[in-house]
């Protein structure tokens, strides 16, 4: 099986470096090119096509994170990318999943939660840093009273990067019904991904 290929974007030598031998010690994970600004990222993401951009937001001159999310995005749209950032503000997290980001991690996150991370982009998971995921937690409720409970509840779990079979095991119900209620909570909220469901009920949470 051919390793998942990972571009590094940020604008800080020691974070790439750093990033690049963390990620180097696992052999399914392989990294392929590093940037150190979103117009680089472009040119390289034409060039190498990698699984999963692992993007800070602040990038000093040039195109912020924000904005090169958004061009990545148009570039290839089934691409993963991961914020790996020291911002958590709620409207930071907000702007960098409505761009198109899968994930976001905090700086100080633990070796294995990056490894999670990567890997569960790939396979479509939306995964958060655990003291964002709390917080989100906390304030995915029930955008506009428009889910039911169970609903509400499947989407406060989203944030854990929970697979369909581990969130069937956590709310005790099969596989199939989870697909099922992810189905009426991306129509309900008018979107097609998890980040994008669970960006869209934060934001409307926020108006209540």
């Keep these: 099986m051919n390793p998942t290929t990972v571009l590094l974007v940020d604008d800080h030598l020691v974070v790439r470096s750093g990033l690049r031998a963390l990620l180097g010690t696992q052999p399914d994970l392989a990294v392929v090119a590093e940037a150190a600004s979103g117009e680089e990222a472009l040119d390289l993401v034409r060039e190498h096509a990698p699984d999963v951009v692992v993007m800070d937001l602040a990038m000093g001159a040039g195109m912020d994170g924000i904005e090169a999310i958004r061009r990545l995005r148009q570039v290839n749209t089934r691409q993963a990318i991961l914020v790996f950032t020291t911002y958590d ?18 700086k100080d996150a633990a070796p294995g939660e990056i490894f999670a991370a990567v890997r569960g982009a790939v396979q479509g998971r939306s995964v958060m840093s655990p003291p964002v995921a709390s917080r989100l937690f906390q304030q995915l409720r029930n955008p506009d009273g428009i889910l ?4 509400a509840e499947l989407l406060g779990l989203l944030t854990e990067g929970l697979s369909n079979r581990e969130l069937g095991r956590r709310l005790f119900i099969s596989e199939a019904t989870v697909k099922t209620h ?4 991306y129509a309900k909220l008018g979107v097609e991904t998890r980040a994008a469901a ?3 009920a934060i934001r409307r949470e926020g108006m209540r």
């Design 89 to 106: 503000s709620d409207a930071d997290i907000v702007r960098a999943v409505d761009a198109g980001a899968m994930g976001y991690l905090l």
């Design 148 to 151: 039911t409970p169970r609903e």
């Design 182 to 185: 992810l189905a009426h909570i």
């Design 198 to 200: 669970i960006a869209t």
